[in-house]
């Protein structure tokens, strides 16, 4: 039940109405499973948990199957020491490989290695099949529109342009 402070609450402190509430708890609910879910396939059929699924992905897709290491935790909406911590995981089962920057002396690339992308092509199959099951199959295609609409704009809301903002992976 929701119930509001003693005291009047100023105006930024509003409490969810009712319908929020059971909104906001399904959202919390739902993704908490659906990641849960995932994390299991991967680690089931590939010793590895989602996130690094999605930095393999996320260089499989770049040229080169390359990336410098910032882009890669912008990508992955990560913090540069989590994605520091990942790649060193990756690079302990040879799937991954850092390589110096020849323009920054700070800068390094993350690189996907053959047998890196051996793993993802072994493991794109079922995860892709575990995705539909999960998400797809269980919404119409009204829904997966409208839900992909949503994300969207919870996502640009999240995700400000201007300097100084709060993101992970400027962390």
């Not at 020849?102 to 996907?112: E, I, M, S, T, Y």
Request: overall charge negative; aromatic content about 6%.
């Amino acid at each position: 039940m929701n119930t509001a402070p003693t005291s009047a609450p100023a105006a930024a402190d509003r409490w969810l109405s009712d319908e929020e509430q059971r909104v906001w708890r399904s959202y919390l609910h739902a993704t908490t499973l659906l990641e849960d879910h995932l994390d299991r396939q991967l680690q089931r059929d590939a010793g590895m948990p989602h996130i690094y699924y999605g930095l393999l992905v996320g260089l499989a897709e770049a040229p080169g199957r390359r990336l410098r290491m910032t882009e890669l935790a912008m990508g992955a909406k990560i913090t540069r020491s989590r994605l520091s911590h990942a790649v060193a995981r990756l690079e302990k089962n040879g799937w991954v490989r850092r390589e110096d920057c020849p323009d920054d002396k700070r800068g390094q690339f993350a690189v996907l290695t053959d047998e890196g992308s051996a793993v993802l092509r072994r493991t794109a199959p079922g995860h892709v099949a575990a995705v539909r099951q999960a998400l797809f199959e269980r919404l119409t295609p009204e829904q997966q529109q409208a839900l992909g609409e949503i994300m969207e704009i919870v996502a640009e809301g999240l995700q400000p342009d201007e300097a100084g903002a709060d993101l992970p992976w400027l962390r």
